[in-house]
């Protein structure tokens, strides 16, 4: 459940989209079909840094992070799978979990910043929403 205060900063909720709720994440899912890539969203209000989650909490958002790398495994097998808290340019604390190919169009940069998204088309959006959330149900 969201804490009173909490709101999903209008850049994530424009360039993503809603998968799950979790203990304590929103898991959405990055609106690029070049990368499977999912953002986890702590919806505690102020957080900027991992550090602001107490050490329990901290816990919590690793493992909620292991589920979603394992729902990505069962959609997309990756090659090697990216962990990202970057804050640049987004300030609320999230985490990127993003699978990746070798050859794919970032590789072997980052993804960050690399060319331009792709965004996913309706009905290939439906199904990947939906074995996303399939994926993460406990």
Not at 51 to 63: E, K, N
Not at 89 to 103: D, K, M, N, S, T
């Amino acid at each position: 459940m969201s804490q009173p205060g909490f709101a999903l900063d209008p850049r994530l909720a424009n360039d993503t989209r809603h998968v799950a709720m979790l203990a304590l994440c929103e898991v959405r899912l990055m609106d690029d079909a070049r990368f499977p890539w999912l953002v986890l969203v702590p919806r505690l209000p102020g957080l900027v840094e991992i550090y602001d989650l107490p050490p329990a909490q901290q816990a919590v958002l690793w493992q909620e992070a292991n589920r979603a790398a394992q729902a990505l495994r069962a959609l997309a097998p990756f090659d090697k799978l990216n962990l990202g808290a970057l804050g640049n340019i987004v300030r609320q604390l999230h985490v990127h979990v993003v699978a990746r190919r070798e050859g794919d169009a970032a590789w072997p940069g980052p993804v960050w910043g690399s060319g331009t998204a792709t965004p996913y088309e309706a009905d290939v959006l439906a199904r990947m929403l939906e074995r996303l959330q399939s994926a993460l149900s406990p």
